[in-house]
C-alpha cells in the first residue's frame, strides 16, 4: 500500500507500508505523480490524502482495503470540485451524492481517496495528468464508470465522517473544463443556455476557451478487466426467492414457471402475487396445483392490482438469501441462477440488474458496470438490503417507480451492477401485464401533464435542484420534434402549462403517499 501526501497542488511525501520512501517528483501535479508511483509500484493500493485530513485519516480501515475494480474517495469536508449547476446536463443518479454511505458517484475528492495502480495504469495514455488534481480524479472516476470500474463516496475513509455534509463549488472553471472533455460542445451549449435561463448568468469567455479542450475518447479505451483466479471462492450454495407479480398471463407465467423448474440451481420458493380487478374473479392458475413444482410456491391472489402492491406483498414473504425481482412474461435459460450465483461468489455485489432484451436485440455493454437505473423485473437484490425498503405506492400504474427503488437502494448504501452476461428473454407477452390502464386523477386535465406526474414524482423526490430544471429542459427539446405544435412560441408556452399540471400532481402525490 502507498500512501501519497499532496498540498492540494503537489505532492509533499510518500510512503510504502508504513515506511518513507525516497521519491523525487520534481515540482510535479498530484497527477503526475500518481501515474508515476503506479509505474513503480503497479501491484499495490494508492491511497492519497491532503495533508489537512493527515490527522483524520481512518487508517485501520484503509489497511484493509482489497478490491481491485474500485475508486474511492471522500471529501471530508471539503467542497467538491463540481458546480451543483452540472447537474443541468447530467441528470444521472450519479451527481445524487449521499455524504453518510458508500454511494456510487464519479464526484471525487482530492482530500482522501484510493485507486489500485493496475486501474490507474489502465487508464493512463487516455486520461491527461491535470494539474488541477480533483478535475483528475472526476474525469478519471466518470470514464472508469463505462469501463468497469466501481467509484464510491466513501465516509468509512475518515473518523467522523458522520458530521461532513455535500457541498459544492462555486467556482465553474472544472465544471466547464469537464463537460468539454467527457460530453462535448453541444452539452456545453446547452449548459450555457440553461445557466442564462435560469440563473440570468453566462460566461461567454470560459465558454469560448472550453471548445478548444480535447475531447477523451472513451469509446477508444478498453473495458476494465481483473485476474478473477484471485477473488476468493464461497463454497456454501446460495438460496434463492423469485418474486413475480402477474395479471392476465396465464400461459406466459407457466413457462417462466417452467423455465424456473428446470434451472441446475433451483430457487428456494416462486412467490406469485396473482391480479384480477373483477370482484367475482377466482384465480386462473390451476396448474399450480395440478402440477409439481421443484420449489415452494407462495400464491397470492389480490383484485387489488399494481406492480408496487404486489412486489410489497412478495417482499413481506421473502425468507431466502437473496430475492431475484421478475417479470411473468421471461425465457431463462438453464444456469441462469447457477450463473447468478456465481457471480455473487466473485464480485460480491449487494444488488445487480441483468440483461433483459427481446429476442434478436443486441446486448450493447461488455462488462460489469455500475448502472444508473433498476430493472424490478429482471434485477437480483440481497434479502438482508430490502428489510425496509418498498416500492411507493404514491407511484403506483404509472411509471417511475423502478427508478424509485433504485435510488432507495442507493440511499441506504447499497450499489446497483449491471451484468450484461447473464442474458434473459422478455417475451412482451401481448396480453395482460401490469400496465392495465387505470383512471387516474388527472387523466382529464387540459392540457394533459407532461411528463407523466409519476415520472416527475420520482425525479423531485431524489434529484437535486440543478437536475429537476435540466430534466426538464432536456423534456421540452426532446418533445418538440414529436408532437404536432411547430411554433416554438406557442410550444414553449403550452409545455409550461403542461409541466405546472405534472409538478401540481406530482407534489400531492408524494404529500399523501
Known sequence: MILLKHTGSKPVAVSKDGQPLEFQFQNQAVSAACFLLAEKFPDESLIWFHEDVEHNLNLEFIQNLSSKLEMLSYAAKQPLAI????????????????PDVKYPTWLMSSAVGSVSCKALLHFKKDIPAYPNFDLFLCVLAKTGMLKGLRVYSEPRL????????????????????????????????????QRLLYQKKQN???????????????????????????????KNELNFDVVIPTLGRKQALKQTLDDLSSQILVPQCVILIEQNPEVNAVSELDYLQTESWPFEVKHTFTHQTGAC??????????????????????????????????????????????????????????????????????SFVKASTVKTIRFDLALEHGFGEDADFGMQLRKAGVDI?????????????????FRKPIEKPWDK?????????????????????????????????????????KNPFSYIRQMRKRWEVSLFWAKKLLNTK
Not at 444456469?335 to 449487494?350: N, S
Not at 452476461?421 to 396480453?431: C, D, G, M, N, Q
Open 158 to 193: 475518515i473518523r467522523n465522517s458522520a458530521e461532513n455534509a455535500v457541498s459544492f463549488t462555486k467556482n465553474l472553471n472544472t465544471t466547464y473544463t469537464i463537460i468539454a472533455a467527457l460530453m462535448g460542445a453541444k452539452w456545453l451549449l446547452l449548459f450555457e443556455l
Open 445 to 485: 386535465e387540459n392540457p394533459a401533464p407532461k411528463p407523466a406526474p409519476t415520472v416527475l414524482a420520482s425525479i423531485i423526490k431524489h434529484a437535486t435542484p440543478a437536475q429537476i430544471l435540466g430534466y426538464k429542459t432536456l423534456l421540452f427539446l426532446k418533445f418538440y420534434k414529436l408532437q404536432q405544435i
Open 417 to 433: 451492477l449491471y451484468n450484461p452476461f447473464l442474458k434473459l428473454i422478455h417475451l412482451k407477452a401481448p396480453s395482460g401485464g
Open 204 to 234: 461567454i469567455l470560459r465558454l469560448l476557451k472550453s471548445f478548444q479542450i480535447r475531447r477523451i475518447n472513451s469509446a477508444a479505451i478498453p473495458e476494465l478487466t481483473i485476474d478473477t483466479s484471485e477473488l476468493d471462492e464461497v
Open 83 to 98: 458546480a451543483e449547476v452540472m447537474g443541468f446536463v447530467d441528470q444521472s443518479v450519479f451527481f445524487r451524492i449521499q
Open 309 to 378: 402492491n404486489a412486489r410489497n406483498l412478495a417482499l413481506d414473504q421473502v425468507e431466502a438469501d437473496w430475492v431475484f425481482l421478475a417479470d411473468d412474461d421471461l425465457r431463462i435459460p438453464k444456469d441462469f441462477l447457477k450463473q447468478a450465483q456465481a457471480f455473487i461468489q466473485a464480485e460480491k455485489p449487494q444488488a445487480f440488474t441483468v440483461s433483459c432484451l427481446q429476442d434478436g436485440e443486441i446486448e450493447p455493454e461488455k462488462t460489469v458496470i455500475q448502472w444508473p437505473a433498476f430493472g424490478s423485473g429482471c
